[in-house]
């Protein structure tokens, strides 16, 4: 038997859409929480389009529209999170720097002092 989703408030497989056609074989065992999110195709019939295919070209326009722009900021975002990644790194490498000229000069003044304390 196959159907077709009609309500996405349901445990559909992953990626599943309003307007898809599952086969659900014999459908003797269909769980309780797919019960009215879907309609019987008759296997002869071909399926209804989907819910994108009869919307309003003007609405689909329009959606287009606000997913490029949705794309292009993420695109903007992850350029941005580049440059402070960088920016992090490379303060992560100049601390490593000083503190290891640091930990060589705290070396050096106790190697002096401890040759001053020698002397005496």
């Known amino acids: ?3 077709q989703v009609t309500h996405l408030k349901a445990p559909w497989p992953e990626g599943t859409n ?6 659900v074989g014999d459908g003797s065992k269909v769980p309780a929480a797919f019960v009215g999110k879907f309609k019987v195709i008759d296997e002869g019939q071909p399926a209804a389009p989907a819910a994108a295919e009869q919307a309003n070209p003007e609405e ?3 959606a287009r529209n606000l997913q490029k722009a949705a794309e292009d900021e993420a695109a903007e975002l992850r350029v941005r999170i580049d440059a402070v990644t960088a920016e992090r790194d490379k303060a992560a490498n ?3 720097a000083v503190t290891a000229e ?3 000069m705290v070396g050096e003044q106790q190697a002096a002092s401890a040759a001053t304390k020698g002397k005496k």
């Open 1 to 3: 038997m196959k159907i």
């Open 18 to 23: 309003v307007g898809d056609v599952i086969d």
């Open 102 to 104: 640091r930990d060589r």
């Open 94 to 96: 100049d601390l490593a």
């Open 60 to 62: 689909l326009a329009i």
